[in-house]
């Protein structure tokens, strides 16, 4: 009930969804619809994270098991590794966006060492950095293949 006539009414001026939970976040999932792309519906547990998570469970009952889902490290990350992440944090030169194929002295460090390790000698402009395998490999199927293509 509102005290002042002059005041607008709960959830005047939201969208009706809000409007329908009394302006409030959070209201009755009735009362609030929601819709996504037919895409993002389909969007599925990722295979990785369902194998990982089997392997887990077979683990934790005692069977003998070698993972191939998630590529984690079965240990804790260095010290060294997490203070110097702590650091980074602290300096306000990482507190931007980043370019999106990687930082250009990151993109050195990766050829280098892919010369040294492998004796492929690669420019920076030839490292792509992702943020994990298979971003890597959507990036490449990506920019090689229309969707119609048939791979065989």
């Known amino acids: 009930m509102r ?3 002059r005041e607008a009414p709960a959830g005047a001026g939201l969208a009706p969804e809000r409007a329908r939970a009394g302006g ?9 619809t929601s819709r996504v792309s037919r895409r993002v519906g389909a969007i599925s547990e990722s295979a990785t994270m ?3 998570a089997k392997a887990k469970a077979l683990k934790a009952a005692g069977k003998p098991v070698i993972g ?3 590529g984690e490290p079965d240990f804790p990350t260095p010290g060294y590794i997490v203070e110097a992440a702590v650091e980074a944090c602290r300096d306000p030169r990482w507190h931007r ?7 250009p002295a990151l993109k050195e460090a990766v050829a280098e060492k892919t010369l040294r390790d492998s004796g492929l000698k690669v420019s920076p402009g ?3 950095v992702t943020n994990g395998g298979k971003q890597a490999v959507y990036e490449g199927f990506a920019a090689l293949l229309d969707p119609a293509t048939r791979c065989w």
Do not use: K
Not at 24 to 32: I, T, V
């Open 126 to 128: 030839q490292v792509l």
């Open 97 to 103: 966006y980043t370019p999106a194929g990687g930082l």
């Open 24 to 32: 409030r976040r959070g209201g009755s999932m009735a009362a609030m």
């Open 50 to 52: 369902a194998v990982d």
């Open 68 to 70: 191939f889902g998630a």
């Open 3 to 5: 005290s002042n006539p």
